[in-house]
């Protein structure tokens, strides 16, 4: 649940800053960037983590480890960039609400497929219907959104990073078990996510030009630092939870952040909608439903 907080801080921040300089793309890179720093400075000083990083080395050159699964990283970008191109236009709220949809659908595929560290995890009714609860509510929160000032569009980034969310924590719980070490997990994925980026910046910079000057507040160069903590974590606990149970467990501290945040710090324009604040508690309620555990009817031999 703190970390889901931490999600929706970053998405606040991140949106900021990328209303601040008029470019999302940049405002993704110093994200990722200023995190990179910290965790190169981390893997300098923790040799369980250089040992780690030179496991995975090992795996990926003998095929133990598929290439595809130290590309969390991309994943990570893209939500970051969604974050710095729609968090501040859309509200946390409404932002926070979509990302929550695609993790959940992706959690309960991700888990019948058995692609995290966890291996393969059943759709039992439950986890069906808390992913159809959190669908509905997702539609109920976005609907005040239709036909108003907000693009449609922009509101696919966030859902399509919700989807990524979850193969990004699946994949970084593998690279983890591998490496036997959550910061060599971490260090993988913003090397990654930070390549990405810096690639789009480059491309973005020749078409619209240098975005505007940096704002002086500190606070606006703390997502990187914040993102630190919620992968590292996340990477460690897909392994116990599943991804879908792991995306559920954030959610609640994600929305009722984002909700926060929205009504007493606002960026926004538009007042937080009725809709939105009852399909936060839609979403609560899906969150509730998917963790239950059904037992099942023991037979007589």
Known sequence: M?????IALQSRINGELGRRLGDGVTAAVISF????????VAMAVAPAGRRGLRRVVGALRGRE?????VAGGAAGAFLV????????VLGVALFTVSVVAGQ???GLVLDRIGLG???RRPITPARLAGAIIALAAVSWAVSS?????????????PLLAGLGLGWQQAVNGQVRVVASSALTATFVNFTVGTTVLLVLMGIDWS???LPAALPAEPWLYAGGAIGCVFIAAAALLVRVTGVLLLGLATVAGQLVTALLLDVFAPTSSQPVAASTVAGTLLALVAVAVASVRWRGRRTAA
């Open 81 to 88: 960039l969604s974050q710095g191109v729609a968090a501040a």
């Open 33 to 40: 960037g200023s995190g990179l720093l910290i965790l190169v």
């Open 145 to 157: 959104q239709f036909g108003g000032g907000v693009p449609v569009w922009l509101m696919l980034l």
């Open 2 to 6: 703190l970390c889901g907080a931490g």
């Open 207 to 209: 078409i619209r030009g």
């Open 117 to 119: 560290p966890g291996g």
């Open 65 to 69: 480890l598929p290439w595809w699964y």
């Open 104 to 106: 959940t659908v992706s």
